[in-house]
């Protein structure tokens, strides 16, 4: 197992959906002040590149970045929301080894009051049922984990279990990337129901040992969120891997840690440096000093995953207890 970092593009702040847990919306960017697509020809190959925004299929140019960045990329990932089908299945189609996720936050009613869209849900899921026609396989659902729509975790997990999709899933933060410092974190009425979430993917009913071990991994990044959402003190997370195991750069060609911080950390500019040398600049070393003590306790899965490839005695020893445990009818243990 090797250790790929991860670079998140943040290709614009336009967005065509006003979510009540990221206020992007109310900070778009306009198209002329984007980074121009060939600025990205100066990332290095084998990194894992996730496209992301706002909503980057609104950028005219999304399919200039994926010539540019799929054939140097170990994985190249959309994020989107699913509105726009055509542009998303044309892309699947012509670029299909490409990891795509799809962003949902519950069934119909939830999933359109909590993204402020009309019929959001109706897109995403028809652009998972074209997206199913293509030769791009590595496609799925995303949600964000919040207080107000745990109730509808379990069955947005069962749906992509019926269609043979992925979940991915994270939590809601606070920060300047979503403009946000007043998301609950905590929520003790969450708790049974993500428990029943986790349960459901240690006991995978998804066909073929593959899925199943995704599901079992997906389950032990959840350890984290579980612990979040109950308000446990600091540390039970491995150590941030902000700007040693990812970064990110942000429309305006920004190159920064991470998208958890109060503000941004900003050590260069991709237009006017070369990566390695805004990555190995005095500024760089000043944010690793701020990320060592960054208090945030954020649970993105990116710092899982790493530390997961680096121990990953950890998950499996996890994974074990919990399924044993299950099978005796007990709770499961978060420890």
Not at 15 to 34: R, Y
Not at 38 to 65: C, F, M, Q, V, W
Not at 135 to 141: Q, S
Request: glycine share 6%; charged share 30%; net charge positive.
């Amino acid at each position: 197992m090797k250790n790929i970092v991860q670079g998140s593009l943040i290709t614009t702040f336009r967005c065509n959906a006003k979510c009540n847990m990221c206020n992007i919306w109310q900070h778009q960017t306009k198209p002329e002040e984007e980074l121009d697509f060939h600025y990205y020809e100066k990332l290095p190959a084998g990194l894992r590149i996730n496209i992301t925004g706002g909503e980057s299929t609104i950028r005219k140019d999304i399919d200039d970045i994926f010539e540019v960045l799929y054939p140097k990329a170990a994985l190249l990932e959309l994020s989107t929301n699913g509105f726009n089908t055509e542009t998303i299945v044309r892309l699947a189609n012509k670029y299909p080894n490409i990891l795509i996720r799809v962003s949902l936050e519950g069934l119909p009613k939830l999933n359109d009051s909590k993204r402020g869209t009309v019929n959001g849900f109706d897109h995403a899921l028809r652009t998972m049922l074209e997206l199913k026609k293509t030769k791009c396989k590595n496609i799925g659902f995303s949600v964000v984990i919040s207080p107000d729509n745990y109730k509808d975790l379990i069955y947005l997990y069962e749906l992509c279990v019926a269609l043979d999709v992925e979940l991915g899933n994270s939590v809601v933060h606070n920060s300047w990337y979503f403009h946000k410092e007043d998301n609950a974190i905590t929520s003790g009425d969450a708790l049974l129901q993500h428990e029943k979430f986790v349960e459901a993917l240690l006991t995978s009913k998804r066909r073929g040992f593959k899925n199943k071990l995704k599901d079992y991994g997906r389950a032990y990044f959840n350890k984290s969120i579980h612990r979040r959402l109950r308000g446990d003190e600091p540390g039970y997370r491995p150590p941030c891997g902000a700007l040693t195991d990812f970064f990110f750069i942000d429309p305006f060609g920004n190159v920064t840690p991470c998208n958890g911080s109060g503000e941004e950390w900003i050590i260069g500019n991709i237009k006017e440096d070369s990566f390695e040398n805004i990555m190995h600049s005095e500024k760089a070393k000043k944010a690793l000093e701020q990320v060592k003590d960054c208090k945030r306790n954020c649970a993105f899965i990116v710092t899982e995953r790493h530390d997961m490839v680096r121990k990953p005695w950890k998950p499996i020893l996890w994974i074990l207890k919990n399924k044993i445990r299950i099978s005796r009818g007990k709770e499961i243990c978060w420890d």
